[in-house]
Every structure is written in C-alpha cells, then in structure tokens.
C-alpha cells in the first residue's frame, strides 16, 4: 500500500511537472490575469472570458520570459453559449439580454461564426 502510494505521488508530480512546462499568464483583462495552454509551438488556448481586449495581450511564458500574443479567434460555440445564456436569463447582463432576444437562432450562428474567422 505504502508503495502504491509512493508510486501514486510520483506520477503525479512528474505530471504535475511536465503540465507546468505548458501552462502560461495571460494578460488580456483588468487586474487578473488568467491561465492558458501552451497547445503547440506558437499557439496558446484559454478561455473565452480571459480576453477582455484584442490589443497588448500579454504572455508569461513558464520560465517566466514576457511576450506578446495576437488574437486568432474565438470560439464559434462559446460565443452562441453566451448568446443562448444571455437570451434566457442564465447569463448575468445588463444589454446583452435584450441584444440577444433580438436575434434569432440563425443569425447568432452567422454572428458567431464570422467573429470566429476574426483574425
Ligand atoms: C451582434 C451584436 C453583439 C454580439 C454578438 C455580442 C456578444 C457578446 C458576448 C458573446 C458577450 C459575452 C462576453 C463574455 O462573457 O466573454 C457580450 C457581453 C456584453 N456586451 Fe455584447 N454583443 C453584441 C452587441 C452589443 C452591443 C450593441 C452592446 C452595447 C450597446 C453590447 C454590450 C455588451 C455588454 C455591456 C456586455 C457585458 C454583459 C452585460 O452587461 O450585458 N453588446 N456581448
């Protein structure tokens, strides 16, 4: 049992290790900054509510080196969530539900889909 649970403890932080060396800052809203993941060379994926400007996002990367990233796109099915959740009330607002019920369910997909080819 002790020895499972030294083997147990030794994965994981040999995981927990090799995670760490692919988990970056992100710095594109007020105050806190979020996590992201260094999915491959060049590109990094985080969620949709830590972009909160499309200029001057910033990235510490895990040896704590600075730089700078550009935004290539949303997610197309993050973005009709939101829409869906401010219609019905799930999403907490104070415009976007009234701008939500204006349109309908094919013109969200539409919208979504071209803020998802932003580049
Ligand atoms: C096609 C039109 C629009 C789309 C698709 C859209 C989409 C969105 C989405 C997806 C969010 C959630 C952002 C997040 O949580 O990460 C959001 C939030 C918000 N949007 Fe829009 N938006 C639109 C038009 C507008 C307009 C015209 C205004 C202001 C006049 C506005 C004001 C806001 C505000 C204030 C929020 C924060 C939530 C709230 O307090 O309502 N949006 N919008």
Redesign the pocket.
């Known amino acids: 049992m002790e020895n499972e649970l030294a083997a147990l403890s030794n994965e994981l932080a040999t995981a927990v290790e090799q995670a760490g060396r692919t988990v970056v800052a992100v710095n594109a809203r007020p105050r806190f900054a979020s996590s992201g993941v260094l999915w491959r060379p060049g590109i990094v994926v985080t969620a ?2 830590a972009i909160r400007r499309r200029e001057e996002i910033g990235i510490t990367l895990p040896d704590g080196r600075r730089t700078t990233a550009t935004l290539a796109g949303r997610d197309a099915g993050d ?1 009709v969530a ?2 869906e959740a ?1 219609r019905n009330g799930q ?7 009234r ?1 939500a019920k204006g ?1 309908t369910a094919e013109e969200v997909q539409a ?1 979504a889909a071209w ?1 998802a080819a932003q580049r």
Do not use: Q
């Open positions: 949709e509510h973005i939101a829409m401010f999403k907490p607002a104070t415009v976007m539900d701008i349109f919208i803020y």
